[in-house]
């Protein structure tokens, strides 16, 4: 005697005859073998449609773990944050450091525009800090793309969010602290820029110091004894200028260690700037008295629109 078992997985029939005198065990591994045929071929079947190009033509992808921010420091819609801080992001999964850069991560100022930075990576971590300080009172906005990967390869959900830097009258100039300074100088110049304060003396045995969090001061040697006037920095560059001697030009990548560079003439320099990727200086004396570099060691030599004492 036989028995028909009419079975169907997907849109395709399977039709299998089972002989009653059949042991009972060889059906119920019969039966077994059908149910994972079932199961295999509907996963092909699911996995088809997965993959079945959409009605653009384009091939679907399977989904990976779904990648998100999970935290941030400053939190979102934070308040009074200190203009030296530096971003993290912590996501739910490890990232691809290789997509972590400032075209997948805009940081951006609602006034000043994109802030440049450095970018690290390390496990789930990401890590943004400022070439500059960010500017008191802003806003500042974080925009996070889905070519951020994790090393899984998923992409991380798209978030944004802002924090507002502290406002210049909360803290800045407001409450002062006095600190020694790393020698008892006659400081002329300060600027912050690559994490650290440097300031510039026109007197002294170190005519140049450095700091942190301008606190804790070190001593560096300036490039010349000369009277060092004003400090700046730009693109990567610490530069400071002077009112006399040879090389009234001094530079550093990073306020350390520095280098003397030839002036565009021997006038009395008295301060120098950074902006839109130039550095320019100003004098007292001399024929022409302003000059501009663009990477502060090459100076070329302007006439200023009079013949003043510009400091």
Same mark, same amino acid.
């Given at each position: ?133 960010? /500017? @008191?009172?802003?806003?500042?906005? %974080?925009?996070?793309?889905? &070519? =951020?990967?994790?090393?899984? *390869?998923?992409? +991380? ?101 520095? /280098? @003397?560079?030839?002036?565009?003439? %021997?006038?009395?320099?008295? &301060? =120098?700037?950074?902006?839109? *990727?130039?550095? +320019? ?31």
């Amino acid at each position: 005697m036989e028995s028909i078992l009419h079975f169907t997985a997907g849109k395709r029939p399977f039709i299998r005859t089972i002989r009653e005198h059949q042991p009972l065990q060889s059906k119920r591994s019969l039966l077994l073998g059908i149910m994972f045929l079932f199961f295999m071929t509907s996963s092909v079947f699911a996995l088809a449609e997965e993959m079945r190009p959409n009605l653009n033509g384009e091939k679907a992808t399977i989904n990976f773990a779904e990648t998100t921010l999970t935290s941030s420091t400053p939190a979102a819609n934070a308040t009074n944050i200190e203009a030296t801080t530096n971003i993290s992001l912590m996501f739910s999964e490890n990232i691809d450091a290789s997509t972590i850069n400032s075209t997948n991560i805009i940081v951006r100022g609602q006034q000043t525009g994109t802030i440049a930075g450095t970018w690290s990576a390390s496990d789930a971590e990401v890590t943004f800090d400022p070439t500059a300080i960010l /500017t @008191a009172g802003e806003v500042i906005h %974080v925009e996070i793309s889905n &070519s =951020v990967k994790s090393t899984g *390869g998923g992409a +991380v959900t798209e978030k944004a969010f802002s924090f507002t830097v502290m406002p210049s009258s909360e803290k800045a100039g407001s409450d002062w602290t006095a600190h020694m300074a790393a020698e008892a100088n006659v400081w002329r110049g300060i600027i912050y820029g690559n994490g650290r304060f440097v300031a510039v003396a026109q007197s002294g045995t170190n005519r140049v110091m450095y700091s942190e969090a301008g606190e804790t001061w070190t001593a560096a040697s300036a490039a010349a004894a000369n009277q060092w006037k004003s400090v700046t920095y730009g693109n990567g560059r610490f530069v400071a200028v002077s009112d006399a001697s040879a090389n009234q030009v001094m530079f550093s990548d990073d306020g350390v260690t520095w /280098t @003397a560079a030839a002036a565009a003439e %021997v006038n009395s320099w008295k &301060s =120098v700037t950074y902006g839109k *990727g130039r550095f +320019v200086a100003v004098a007292e004396s001399g024929t022409n008295r302003v000059m501009y570099s663009e990477n502060g060691v090459t100076w070329t030599a302007a006439a200023a629109a009079e013949v003043n004492n510009w400091n």
